[in-house]
């Protein structure tokens, strides 16, 4: 009964692969969102999605694209993986109105690049 | 861009209690947070306060906030060994800014 969550959990792929993270939320939000923490446990935000549309859009390489198919989920698509790439990828999401921005975070897709 | 500021490490001893601190520079966020992380799992929310309070209790967490200062702090009363954890002080609208995060050991 996760509210928020992610898959896989793990991935350990080669360089210059495409990979995906999916994401799903339960919670009936408007807004989903990707960060991105790196080994020094520095969370830095991507991308942020409301009801479909991207609304914040991060300095990220072009090589990662969100995918919002509907307000539930929200994929993150990573095309010709680079080691940097190497990190904990957290999704989250939270509701429209008086509560807005208090969001509520996936268990993260730890992803290891080799 | 807007900081926030932790400090890394903070240590105690099992029945004491625990401040972390943390510092921002954006004041329109209308609420902040503290999320906590234990080790290899996700972001779970803490407690957050509206920007408009001084304090918030919630069982052993007390949340107080200073605006003018922009400090923030969280203390956990008779801090346990699960508490063991990196904390992490946000603030922002739509995107979080996180702070770098501070661990804290409880030690027996």
């Known amino acids: 009964d996760t509210a928020v969550s992610q898959t896989p959990k793990y991935l350990v792929t080669q360089m210059g692969n495409d990979k995906s993270i999916k994401c799903e939320q339960n919670?009936?939000?408007?807004?989903m969102y990707w960060y991105k923490q790196d080994s020094k446990k520095f969370l830095k935000i991507m991308f942020s999605y409301n009801n479909k549309e991207l609304i914040i859009n991060e300095t990220v390489p072009n090589r990662f694209s969100p995918k919002s198919p509907d307000k539930a989920h929200l994929n993150l698509h990573i095309n010709s993986l680079e080691l940097g790439d190497s990190a904990v990828y957290f999704c989250a999401s939270s509701q429209e109105g008086e509560f807005k921005n208090i969001q509520y975070f996936g268990a993260g897709t730890r992803l290891s690049v080799l | 861009g807007e900081d926030v500021e932790q400090s890394l490490f903070l240590s105690v001893r099992e029945g004491d209690s625990s401040v972390i601190n943390c510092t921002y520079t954006d004041s329109s966020s209308t609420y902040l947070y503290w999320y906590k992380q234990e080790p290899g799992a996700g972001l779970q929310l803490l407690t957050y306060i509206f920007s408009n309070m001084d304090m918030k209790q919630d069982q052993r967490l007390t949340v107080l906030l200073n605006k003018k200062d922009k400090h923030l702090s969280l203390r956990i009363a008779d801090t346990q060994t699960g508490d063991s954890a990196i904390y992490f002080c946000a603030e922002g609208e739509y995107a979080l800014n996180f702070g770098k995060g501070t661990s804290l050991l409880v030690t027996p």
């Open positions: 919670l009936g939000h408007d807004t």
